[in-house]
């Protein structure tokens, strides 16, 4: 008799990524008005109502892209410490941007932790590449989005580095 069901990891991997974002939005919802609505933006900035539902489905691609490497791998084992652990520390800088630029308001240490999501996003795309190309693909929107957010916060950092 099965203990897990077939279609949990799927679910499980899925919705992984949406842990951080969820709690990461209590954060940002609180700045949004206070702090963040004060700060000069580019006139290519996304209204806010943008930023929810494509993280949402960011979020989504990851985490059944990870899904398909865990599953194509045979799990966690020997072959799937770099491929899932890039995810992993990816998943850890993602998280750790909100926290740092809304909730720290710390707008170049935010740029830093966006280029270093950006950087292990890369690397884990590459590594998925070989293993699946489905989940590589599904890394695209994610790279593409995590280029314009690092572009949005190195413009509202240099646009803003002198307010207190």
């Given at each position: ?11 499980g ?38 930023f ?10 990851m ?22 652990g890039?995810?992993a ?18 707008m ?41 957010a ?15």
């Amino acid at each position: 008799m099965e203990v897990v069901p077939a279609w949990a990891p799927a679910v499980g991997f899925t919705l992984l990524p949406h842990v951080g974002g969820f709690l990461g939005s209590n954060i940002t919802k609180r700045e949004i008005p206070a702090w963040y609505r004060t700060l000069q933006k580019p006139s290519w900035c996304p209204p806010n109502w943008v930023f929810a539902p494509v993280w949402g489905t960011l979020y989504t691609s990851m985490g059944y892209g990870s899904y398909l490497v865990w599953k194509e791998l045979g799990g966690f084992n020997e072959k799937s410490v770099v491929p899932l652990g890039l995810y992993a520390g990816n998943l850890a800088f993602n998280w750790a941007w909100t926290p740092i630029f809304f909730g720290a308001h710390k707008m170049g240490w935010g740029l830093v932790t966006l280029l270093l999501t950006t950087g292990t996003a890369a690397a884990m795309t590459a590594s998925w590449y070989n293993i699946n190309r489905t989940a590589a693909y599904l890394m695209v929107p994610y790279l593409a989005w995590l280029s314009l957010a690092s572009a949005l916060n190195y413009r509202i950092w240099k646009d803003n580095c002198n307010k207190k």
